[in-house]
């Protein structure tokens, strides 16, 4: 053992030190956390422990392939190169180096092939690490920025391990795997958005990073990353590994300016950050027992109900507004209800000082959809062909991606790709009716964190397959639509389902789901939702609990939870009641108590904090917990989980006073201690309490 780490090439900072086997390729075979001497690198794993090369047809490439390799230092880096690989004219470099007053190790990789087959994806850095770090495997927890973000608890003993592309799924870049002794920390470090997915595999008794880079398909030619990758150790929670990602997003372009900075210049209308309720309300609805007929006329009723209750307005989330029915895209005209009466209902709300928001169905194409249509059975399959095939995502076979089924969910769609002109014809030409029958605020729904699939098409302009053509595409329609619509109206708000990080300057704000547990975007076993995103970018985007936020007339843990994780991450309250007959005045006591508290929050001093404050580490409170509920979709047993009966969350304002606020989501009043005094809370009940002042 001793002879074998003398042959190591090593690197180190002041926590970590890696080490790469010359006898191996250059394999990672050691990745000591220095304080605790815990090695997170399986060396006696098979491979890859460097790379994987994956192409068209042919089998994948490892290092144990490579041939004529080096692996030398250099200075403050460790360079491996590969002239080629057995049977294949493919040749690699892989660089790694240490950066003054960084803790982590910064990796690219290089690669020259001439095989003649396409890369199609290269798995970089491929390391592998004990599937389980310790004794204590339910102290154990896995970070995936899974949207809002995901923690798995136990991850060695789940069987499906969730991955993310980026963009899409994965709002940011790293993840992390951690128990209470030392953690490891990846990430790549990407400003121009590349296409690429996080996830962890696991393959007997180890993980494997599953940090895929995605190239345009070529099949002769150069590609490297443009971006490092990193690798670390670290000591901390989920928190701990979301601020070593914050020290770097911090110096991306998308944090250039605060919300409250762009609030303040005009870039975000200010009405988003006034306190409102965000209220998924279906047109389409029961106007009476099992009766299914045109709610529109009830919308402005429900709004001065919802006012009566809370004391403020409300922002109607117009669900099942289009033409043909919900998510039928993109024939969306006249409005369900017809167009004179739905401006007057849009009219009605303004004039009272409430807002309206629709979804558009992003990019997608209905080509057929059983049911869910005012018409029954919708194909639209022959007007595709005629104007929306020759611009559609193509598989790589060159014909148009197709995916879903007429008689689920969406129904059976194709996606416009972004890069055509069509897609900017349908999302501004959409956007823009939406604004002239008097939407305030426009989504680009099922363009989840600004993923779409990716296009092999070689007539539409860009290359064939990954690269970061595809963000660049979304990045300046959806510049172009905010611009197109302030001409109209400075109030216009545009936003994005889920969040995004490469998005933020072309967003108004985003639809959050802090609140999920149980289903997607939180779905899978042992996955807990954590407010990850919100606690690196808070205070640069703005986002709205909504869609599925519970609402109910009967006492329920599980809803005042949802309700409060809306207020303790930061988000406007939000609720949903879709096609159910609902009386306001009728909302079970506690969550109109937190719903109004919420709502006064954002009104009084708490709102420097909530809205504009950055969100920082978070300790546990020693308070009881209650068991939820949580609906997971339709046919499936509910999920249960147990949270802490009081919920919380510490802020730090613009200013650099800090604050903490709480509220009781238990079914029970509850006494507990927090920060040397002592609360009693009532449920439903919230509480702000300034920590510092200047």
Not at 182 to 193: K, Q
Not at 258 to 285: C, H, I, K, M, N
Not at 341 to 350: C, E, P, S, V, Y
């Amino acid at each position: 053992m001793i002879l074998l780490l003398a042959a190591l090439v090593t690197l180190e900072t002041d926590t970590t030190r890696i080490g790469f086997d010359p006898d191996r390729h250059g394999a990672i075979v050691s990745l000591v956390d220095k304080a605790t001497g815990r090695d997170f690198a399986a060396p006696k794993a098979v491979a890859p422990l460097l790379y994987e090369l994956s192409f068209t047809n042919v089998p994948s490439l490892t290092e144990t392939a490579a041939a004529d390799v080096t692996v030398k230092r250099d200075g403050n880096s460790v360079v491996i190169t590969a002239v080629r690989h057995t049977n294949a004219a493919v040749a690699i470099e892989c660089r790694f180096r240490t950066e003054s007053g960084s803790s982590l190790i910064f990796g690219r990789i290089a690669v020259r092939n001439d095989s003649g087959h396409a890369l199609t994806s290269v798995r970089f850095p491929a390391l592998a690490w004990p599937k389980q770090l310790g004794t204590s495997p339910e102290r154990e927890f896995l970070v995936l920025p899974r949207n809002d973000g995901c923690l798995i608890q136990s991850p060695a003993s789940i069987g499906w391990l969730p991955s993310a592309p980026y963009p899409g799924s994965a709002s940011m870049q790293f993840l992390a795997h951690y128990n209470d002794t030392a953690g490891l920390y990846a990430a790549s470090y990407d400003s121009r958005c590349y296409t690429k997915s996080f996830g962890v595999e696991k393959r007997g008794d180890v993980f494997r990073m599953a940090m895929m880079h995605r190239p345009p398909l070529q099949a002769r030619g150069e590609w490297h990353t443009a971006y490092d990758v990193v690798i670390g150790t670290f000591r901390g929670d989920w928190q701990t590994a979301a601020d070593i990602y914050k020290k770097w997003a911090l110096k991306q372009p998308w944090c250039r300016r605060t919300l409250a900075q762009r609030v303040a210049s005009g870039d975000v209308p200010r009405w988003l950050t006034e306190p409102s309720l965000f209220y998924a309300y279906s047109l389409r609805g029961e106007v009476e027992p099992k009766k299914i007929g045109n709610r529109l006329p009830s919308v402005s009723q429900q709004a001065a109900a919802w006012r009566d209750l809370l004391g403020g307005p409300t922002t109607f989330m117009l669900m099942s507004w289009e033409k043909l029915g919900p998510w039928i895209a993109p024939d969306y005209f006249p409005p369900f209800g017809g167009e004179r009466d739905f401006k007057a209902a849009t009219a009605a709300l303004h004039a009272n000082g409430h807002r309206t928001l629709v979804f558009l169905s992003g990019l997608n194409w209905t080509l057929r959809k059983q049911g869910g249509s005012d018409a029954g059975t919708l194909d639209d399959t022959m007007a595709f062909e005629k104007r929306g095939a020759a611009s559609a995502i193509c598989d790589a076979d060159g014909r148009p991606h197709r995916s879903g089924k007429p008689n689920a969910g969406v129904g059976e769609k194709a996606v416009i790709c972004p890069a055509t002109p069509l897609a900017r014809e349908m999302l501004l030409g959409a956007t823009l009716e939406c604004q002239r029958l008097g939407i305030d605020c426009v989504q680009a729904d099922q363009i989840v964190g600004g993923g779409m699939p990716p296009c092999f098409s070689d007539k539409h302009g860009h290359p064939r397959g990954g690269g970061n053509w595809s963000a660049e595409a979304l990045y300046r329609m959806f510049d172009e639509i905010r611009r197109e619509g302030r001409k109209h109206s400075k109030d216009f708000a545009w936003s994005m389902e889920e969040p995004g990080e490469f998005f933020i300057p072309v967003l108004d704000t985003y639809h959050a789901r802090d609140y999920a547990q149980g289903r997607w975007p939180r779905d899978g076993e042992g996955v807990v939702g954590v407010p990850l995103f919100t606690h690196v970018y808070h205070e640069f985007m703005h986002g709205y609990g909504g869609d599925s936020c519970g609402v109910s007339t009967w006492a329920s843990a599980s809803t005042l939870y949802q309700q409060g994780m809306n207020l303790v991450c930061g988000k406007t309250p939000g609720v949903a009641v879709w096609t159910r007959p609902y009386d306001p005045k009728t909302t079970d006591a506690p969550q109109a108590r937190l719903l109004r508290g919420h709502v006064e929050l954002w009104r009084g001093p708490a709102r420097e904090f909530l809205v504009f404050g950055r969100r920082v580490a978070t300790g546990p409170l020693d308070v009881p917990r209650v068991r939820c509920k949580f609906f997971t979709g339709a046919g499936r047993s509910p999920r249960e989980l147990e949270v802490p009966a009081v919920l919380h969350s510490q802020w730090r304002a613009p200013a650099g006073d800090e604050a903490a606020v709480f509220v009781c989501v238990g079914n029970e009043p509850v006494a507990f201690t927090a920060f040397g005094q002592n609360f009693k809370l009532a449920p439903g009940e919230v509480k702000f309490l300034p920590l510092t002042t200047r």
